[in-house]
């Protein structure tokens, strides 16, 4: 069975949740009292997708703007971006666009974008229709999901979809599809700096 390393960077406004979406996904706690992420953190997770096993390579990045501009050092060679808002907060749905935007003009080619609309557990205080939300997604052709890290809601599901988006790897080990390179992280790369 074959291993592939798949980079994935999670961005979106400081508190939408980005870092209990990483915990629950690779760790399956949750922490109500979770600090602020510095800079970036870095996690890995394997799972097996078909006939292969996928390495998540997650760097989950800080959400402060004063963080804002590392983050084309993250995303820059990701397989995937998982952009995060909270279904509470109107605000971080319209920022979640200029994240898109700005993936759209300096990330990767085809690069795989994930949307995730996170706390859906606070349904009560919705801000952000889900159907909206869904639209938009569907407008960009990416993946949409509502998510809950507190209660384990879709968190799996986002990276099952991420795996189903990336290209298959051809009996010669180069990516087939649309222009996208997939190549392997630099071993090196767990040491890369996550602070600044």
Not at 42 to 68: C, P, S
């Amino acid at each position: 069975m074959s291993l592939r390393e798949l980079k994935v960077c999670l961005l979106g406004d400081t508190g939408v949740g980005k870092s209990s979406i990483v915990w629950r996904f690779v760790e399956d706690s949750f922490d109500p009292n979770i600090n602020p992420t510095i800079g970036a953190s870095f996690m890995t997770k394997t799972v097996q997708y078909q006939n292969e096993l996928h390495k998540f390579l997650i760097w989950d990045t800080a959400g402060q703007e004063r963080f804002r501009a590392l983050a084309p050092m993250y995303y820059r060679g990701s397989a995937a971006a998982i952009i995060v808002y909270d279904i509470t907060k109107e605000e971080s749905f319209q920022t979640l666009k200029n994240w898109v935007k700005e993936l759209r003009q300096h990330g990767p080619p085809n690069i795989v974008v994930a949307i995730a609309g996170n706390k859906c557990d606070l349904s009560d205080a919705r801000e952000v229709p889900e159907k909206d939300a869904k639209d938009y997604a569907d407008s960009i052709h990416a993946i949409f999901v509502e998510t809950s890290a507190k209660n384990a809601i879709n968190i799996n599901e986002i990276f099952t979809e991420i795996s189903q988006r990336i290209p298959v790897l051809d009996t010669g080990g180069s990516s087939g599809v649309r222009g996208f390179k997939l190549r392997r992280e630099p071993s090196d790369t767990t040491r890369e700096r996550a602070c600044c």
